[in-house]
Nanobody, 117 residues
Framework: QVQLAESGGGLVQAGDSLRLSCAAS????????MAWFRQAPGKEREFVAD???????TYTSSVKGRFTISRDNAKNTVYLQMNGLKPEDTAVYYC???????????WGQGTQVTVSS
């Protein structure tokens, strides 16, 4: 079992930056692929970024060049640095973990990010 807890969300203006954190506990963090998803009001949850245990990263096209996913295995934490935020980035952001990329078994409760224009 893996427990995930996101933090760092908030209300910001367009163009601002935020860094989300996801603290993991329960199993060997370094064995897990980690990802960030988001869900905007009235929309389905969508993939944002992921990072493998070898630190290979992928991003959805709408955030490439603006968001950076990283992990600190010593702190059991994955981060999402979000720069140049846009109103369309407004969503609840979820952290996920799985033993394989694109196969996530564990989810956090989410953290709200709101970007005003």
């Amino acid at each position: 079992q893996v427990q995930l807890a996101e933090s760092g969300g908030g209300l910001v203006q367009a163009g601002d930056s935020l860094r989300l954190s996801c603290a993991a506990s329960g199993r060997t963090f370094s064995n897990y692929a980690m990802a960030w998803f988001r869900q905007a009001p009235g929309k389905e949850r969508e993939f944002v970024a992921d990072i493998s245990w070898t630190r290979v990263t992928t991003y959805t096209s709408s955030v490439k060049g603006r968001f950076t996913i990283s992990r600190d295995n010593a702190k059991n934490t994955v981060y999402l640095q979000m720069n140049g935020l846009k109103p369309e980035d407004t969503a609840v952001y979820y952290c996920a973990a799985g033993l394989r990329l694109s196969s996530y078994s564990y989810w956090g409760q989410g953290t709200q990010v709101t970007v005003s224009s």
